[in-house]
């Protein structure tokens, strides 16, 4: 059994179709990661997934249970099994509490009274590798790559099956990015965690990720396993989104296919293929609607695919 | 012929703080030439944005200048009088912050913010508004004047920036300062500015002050690189040699970090551990020493100074003086 399935989501903000029918799965112990261009909807999944924004249609199972649309009461004791990791997530928090009630926090709201909340700490602060009388100082007093990896304890404090991480490493320096990074792969093999990772960056990606997903107007139009959409992209929309990461070496030959424009509006959705307006390897053919179709696990929705 | 716009002439500034004064820019010496792409780069904390509020002389409160001159066309910054400043900033030297909400009023349409950026101008209200579709319609807004007429939230993220960068524009500047334009961005945005930014440099001739540490980004558009670590310039030159060459271990470093250059999945990515020292307190001899591994007993005691290597690469690391003196 998946540890997570996800078919046909849908969201909606009034008239406007956010998520138009998303589905995957994800195994225990493997990371999934979700990219595409700015707007396309990969922090709505999450979001609507953990049960953080609306989900009218489809199906949303976490170890085998239901939990599209379910109300909070059992969403709570799910987000033990289940958490989200944020971009900052220090600066979200409260200036005033320690780094010692900080990553303690989901003990008390889950309600667990019956923890050594120093003890606790301590052991969280290890496992990600920082002094443990850190528990004792404030976030201000933490740098950018220290105050991630308490964002990282506190995700972990209750032993999660699954994270959800949204642009985890975004603004990081490379150095600090790879220590983090690190961190997660060693977390994952220790504690057999599962992750949906959201980033921009492609050689992150290409580092953590198992398998992706690629989405475009709501929609996954490609997937596979990572090394499969790196050396075989098929459909058109990936393919421009990976000449689209700017190379470490000012002599790299850029074969950089430009996308033509800006997404179009989510309230006037193209007919035919969505991305048609946009591709340039697009037929005749693509007034046509492609279906979703997956060939030995790599799934595809484009009239023509190249080869 | 080259011609020199700013000279960052060994600039040291301090932050007075209650644990003592910061030393967050140390003997910091570049160029930069008329109509050049200059990199900054460097990890968060080693002063890029200190070192751009002083050419700005946006400095917060607590700033002490310690040391040395900036420099723009020959005119010593530091000693100018704010009234000049104002109008170097609006019109000389503009910037174009990392998040584009900064720039932007969220309850003025666009048309409305780029007018009030040209009340200096004496034109007539439509040549401006002309003036304003122009410059949005050069980077890349479809049917601008149109867009004139909405507020900031109707737009993208990407537009926003593209937009952030017309403003900047508008007053043909001679000096573009960019501080992480594209770090809250997706790949195909930031691809969109680079390129824009290149296009518009090459039509408008403005140097460009390119602050980023994502290296796929500087290698793409800068001319020329300034590595700073904890407050000082480790290494300086020619995009290739840095990136080809670096003569610094910290560079080296950084550039074997960028997961771009790993095109093998790799379990484990490589990093620079330790931490960058406290400015407040500051190390003996070299400021790289507790992470350098290539480090040697004279980088105890020893400052390296910042050597020019050849002709426009200048590095500040004892290995190359072995290589000078053997
Ligand atoms: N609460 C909301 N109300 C209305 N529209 C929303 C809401 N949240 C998101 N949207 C819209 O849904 C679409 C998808 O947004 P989402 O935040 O999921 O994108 P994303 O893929 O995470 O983008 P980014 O890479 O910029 O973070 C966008 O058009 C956005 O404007
Ligand atoms: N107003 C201030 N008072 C005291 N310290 C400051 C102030 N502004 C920045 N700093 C410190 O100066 C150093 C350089 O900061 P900054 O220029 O923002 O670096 P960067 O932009 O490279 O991340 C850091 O140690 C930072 O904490
Ligand atoms: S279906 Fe046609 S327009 Fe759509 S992505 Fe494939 S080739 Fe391009
Ligand atoms: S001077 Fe010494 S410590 Fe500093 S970078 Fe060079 S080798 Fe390393
Ligand atoms: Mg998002
Ligand atoms: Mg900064």
Known sequence: ???????????????????????????????????????????????????????????????????????????????????????????????????????????????MKDRDLD??????????NLPTHFADRYPYQLSGGQ????????????EPKLILADEPT??????????????????????????????????????????????????????????????????????CLLSANPEPDPDARLERIALKGEPPSL???????????????????????PEWEVNSGHGLRCLAPLS | MTETLLEIDHLSVDYETGRGDLKALRDITFDVNKGEIVGIVGESGCGKSTLISSILRLTAPNTRFREGEIRFKGQDLLQASERHMRDLRGADMSIVFQDPMQTHNPVLTIGQQMLDIQHRSKQSKADKLAHAAKMLGAVGIPDPEA?????????????????????????????LIADEPTTALDATLEVQIIERLQELQ??????????????????????????????????????????????????????????????????????????????????????????????????????????????GHHAACWLNHEEVTT
Do not use: W
């Open chain 2, 202 to 311: 090459r039509e408008f001739h403005c140097a460009i002050l390119f602050i980023s540490h994502h290296l796929g980004v500087i290698a793409e558009l800068c001319d020329r690189v300034v590595v700073m670590y904890a407050g000082a310039v480790v290494e300086s030159g020619d995009v290739r040699e840095i990136f080809h060459d670096p003569k610094h271990p910290y560079t080296r470093r950084l550039i074997e970090c960028d997961p771009g250059h790993i095109k093998e999945r790799a379990r484990v990515l490589p990093t620079i551990p330790g931490e960058v020292p406290d400015l407040a307190n500051l190390p003996e001899g070299c400021i790289f020493r507790d992470r350098c591994d290539q480090a040697m007993s004279r980088c105890a005691t020893e400052v390296p100074p910042l050597d020019q290597l050849k002709e």
């Open chain 1, 170 to 239: 975004a603004g990081l320096d490379v150095s600090v990015q790879g220590e983090l990074l690190n961190l997660l792969n060693d977390l994952r093999e220790r504690l057999g965690l599962a992750m949906v990772i959201i980033t921009h960056n492609l050689s992150v990606v290409r580092h953590v990720a198992d398998r992706m997903g690629i989405m475009y107007l709501g929609r996954l139009v490609e997937e596979g396993t990572t090394e499969t959409i790196f050396n075989d992209p098929r459909h058109p929309y990936t393919r």
């Open chain 2, 147 to 175: 867009r004139l007429k909405q507020y900031p939230h109707e737009f993208s993220g990407g537009m926003r920036q593209r937009i952030a960068i017309a403003m900047a524009l508008m007053s043909e500047p001679d000096l």
């Open chain 1, 1 to 111: 059994m998946s540890l997570l399935n996800v078919v046909g989501l849908k969201t909606s903000y009034g008239p406007v179709n956010v998520l138009a029918g998303v589905s995957f799965t994800v195994e225990p112990g493997e990371t999934y990661a979700l990219v595409g261009e700015s707007g396309s909807g990969k922090t709505t999944v999450i979001r609507a997934i953990a049960g953080l924004a609306p989900a009218q249609d489809g199906s949303v199972t976490f170890e085998g249970q239901e939990i599209r649309g379910a109300p909070e009461s059992v969403m709570r004791p799910l987000r033990k099994d289940m958490t989200m990791m944020f971009q900052d997530p220090v600066g979200s928090l409260s200036p005033r509490l320690t780094i010692r009630s900080l990553i303690t926090e989901p003990y008390r709201i889950q309600g």
């Open chain 1, 267 to 289: 309230l006037k959705r193209p007919s035919g293929c969505e991305f048609r307006e946009r591709c340039p390897f697009a037929k005749d053919i693509c007034t046509q609607t």
């Open chain 1, 147 to 158: 105050a991630r990896r308490v964002g990282v304890a506190r995700a972990l404090a209750l």
């Open chain 1, 119 to 128: 003890a606790e700490a301590k052991r969280l602060l290890e496992m990600v």
